[in-house]
Structures are given as structure tokens and as C-alpha cells.
């Protein structure tokens, strides 16, 4: 049911004018569009002002916000907004991703490859962190969308080949493979790997959950926050913890 809710709201926004006017060429990028339309197929919802800001979903009891990227942005916002209603936070994250260059000049597509970085649910533990003095909020809500997707970046016709001068344009979703939601501080035990059963450092933390050690970092800082791991002890210089039960 909610696969076809996807799919409905994605012909919606891809296979319409969106789509003939030309990738990236629009304000409100595809990934976002598509989500909004998935969440709230009635556009009567969508863009309503509250408290001098623009939410991009009101249902008449809950705020909606979409949110692929810079959660930074957004504190003024939730800070107007969690006093009056609930806010779910909206993160699409892509789990696999195909690059496609387009020719700054006739628009061609071309030399569509897969990107060797594989997104998982911790990659939104940076962005939470900047919006840290809201996460023990009850009003807000996080909802994490693993998908697949197409992503669309201009290449510069005198590197053609360099990717590293390519411009993002624009990402489009193909498929939903999931959705993780945080509705509390405990539902973040979710992101304790099974395996650490006993005490553990940011290294056997990262090896397990197979994330960097930079990302697995942030994650244990934001679990310590929660109240969900607690710090036991130190060895050397890193921290030893331990899952709260």
C-alpha cells in the first residue's frame, strides 16, 4: 500500500511537466517534491503559513517538514513551530545512487555510473546533532526514507570527463526500500548494532554498524544524549560504553 503511494506520488512529479521543463531547472527539487506528495497527496496542505514561517505540510493537526539536507536551517522554525503542534522531520537518505553527467550545452546525458557510497539510517546523526536542543522535544518526530535514486550533476565541458567539477542539478527517487522512525529518545536503541552486547569504543562501534569512525562518533555522542549508552570508563583516550537497559 504505502509502495503504491509512492509510486503514485512519483509519476506525479516526474512523469509530469516537471519532467519536459528539464532537470534542475525548477526551485523545489524532485527528491522533495515526490516526498511531499507521498506524505500529503492533497495539495491543499502543502506551503501554509504559520507563525511568519512556511511549513511544507499542515494536516490540520501536525507540521510536516521535508529536510534533505542542513537540519541548521531549520531551528528557528521548530522553535516557532513544537510549541503550537507536532513536527515530523522528513530525511530521505540514498541508499544506492547512480551518477548521470549532463552536457552543459545540448543537455545530453551521459556516462551514468554507481557511486560507491552506500547510504544507512546513521547518516542522519550529523544533521541531528546541529538541531540537538530540540531532540528531547516530545512534539517532534524524525522519520528517516531509505531510498534509491538517479542523481543528475552538470558537467563542465572542458573537464567533461572530471566528475569532481560536475554541479548537483538535481536527485530523483526510483524506489522507497524503507522508512525508520525516532518518536522518542528511546526508539533511538534501534541504532545499537545487536552485536555490542557488552562495553564497547567508537572503533567496535563503527565496525559493527560498518560505518566510519568519524560517523559511529557522532552517532555515540547523540545515543550518550539520548541516555541510551552511558560512558563507563576510558581506554587511553577513548571512551568505553555501555548500552543502558
Known sequence: MLQD????????????????QGIGTLSEKTVHAVLKNYYAPDEDMHEFSIENYVAD??????IIEIQTRQFYRMRDKLAAFLPLYPVTIVYPIPREKWLNLID?????????????VKGTVYHVF????????FLKDPNLKIRLVLMDMEEYRRANNKSR?????SVKLDRVP???IEETEIK??????????????????????AKAARIRQPLAQVTLNLLYYAEVVERVGKQGNAWIYHVVF
Do not use: H, N, W
Open 184 to 205: 522518542g529518545m528511546q526508539d533511538y536503541r534501534q541504532f545499537i548494532p545487536s552485536q555490542l552486547t557488552g562495553t564497547f569504543t567508537v572503533k567496535d562501534f
Open 104 to 116: 552543459e550545452e545540448s543537455g545530453e546525458v551521459f556516462g551514468r555510473r554507481k557511486s560507491p
Open 5 to 20: 503511494q509512492f509510486e503514485y506520488a512519483k509519476e506525479k512529479v516526474v512523469g509530469t511537466q516537471r519532467q519536459r
Open 57 to 62: 505540510i499542515y494536516t490540520g493537526t501536525e
Open 174 to 176: 526510483l524506489c522507497l
Open 126 to 133: 550529523p544533521e541531528l546533532y546541529r538541531i540537538k536542543m
Open 161 to 165: 570527463k572530471k566528475r569532481k567539477d
